[in-house]
């Protein structure tokens, strides 16, 4: 059983028109990760939540924001995609921040028209 | 910051023969993990390294964990056409706040049936 699980699996938004993406986990994972991905390139972390505690990089742009109502949600939303925003998004948890990113959800394939 | 070496970046075998790749690094790890990412779906975690030297099977996988702590290899025995994804390499320091991970650029197999 899938215990990452990412809504929707395919998003199609338009150029500047908000969208968000949902991932839930049923492990009880402390942390929960968002990841960008494009096409042939590497995961690349945007934020991350250790319980309530945000935490943005440094590189992630403000258009990228997250909320996490409760342990087992949480969302990414952009608030006015670009087209340069189209990329696959990756929701990952983790026990603790010591310990790695163990399950991944299937992803979110975003395409901005 | 940390980057990562990942080679090849892609590889095209011919189904039963073996596989190998590795990762190098500028600086050191404390983790190195290997994901196995199909197409269209998230990293699936294959082994995970804790201990310089340390030598890890999952099945037809094995990894290690470089003496350095600056370099990890992943081979593949008799590959099947179920192997072909992208292999990412992974390294994790552990402590303070340089817990995230920096992943290689990937690996593309093929396998010919």
């Known amino acids: 059983d899938a215990m990452v699980i990412q809504n929707p699996r395919y998003q ?35 934020f991350h939540y250790y319980d309530k505690d945000f935490n943005n990089e440094a590189d992630t742009p403000d258009n ?49 028209l | 910051g940390q980057q990562l070496n990942q080679s090849p970046q ?16 500028s600086s050191i790890f404390n983790t190195w993990l290997w994901y196995k990412q199909d197409p269209g779906e998230g990293p699936v975690l294959l082994i995970a390294l804790y201990k310089a030297g340390e030598l890890t099977s999952n099945g037809r996988l ?5 003496i350095t702590r600056k370099d ?26 340089n817990y995230k991970l920096t992943f290689g650029k990937g690996t593309l197999l093929t396998v010919n049936p």
């Not at chain 1, 994972?29 to 042939?40: F, R």
């Not at chain 1, 996490?68 to 921040?97: E, H, Q, V």
């Not at chain 2, 094995?62 to 470089?66: N, S, W, Y």
Request: glycine share 8%; charged share 15%; aromatic share 10%.
């Open chain 1, 12 to 46: 199609v938004t338009q150029f500047g028109k908000p969208v968000t993406l949902s991932c839930s986990q049923t492990l009880n994972h402390n942390v929960m990760y968002w990841y960008q991905q494009k096409s042939s390139q590497a995961p690349k972390l945007l």
């Open chain 1, 64 to 112: 990228f924001q997250s909320r996490r109502p409760n342990t087992s949600f949480c969302f990414l939303d952009i608030r006015s995609p670009g087209l340069g925003d189209a990329a696959m998004y990756l929701c990952a948890t983790s026990r603790d921040l010591d310990i790695h990113p163990r399950n991944f959800g299937a992803g979110t394939r975003l395409s901005v």
């Open chain 2, 10 to 25: 892609s590889m095209f075998i011919q189904e039963g023969e073996d596989v190998s790749m590795n990762c190098t690094s």
């Open chain 2, 62 to 66: 094995t990894a290690q964990f470089g």
């Open chain 2, 72 to 97: 990890s290899f992943l081979n593949i025995s008799a590959s099947i056409p179920s192997d072909v994804g992208i292999y990412f390499c992974a390294g994790q320091n552990s402590g303070g706040s």
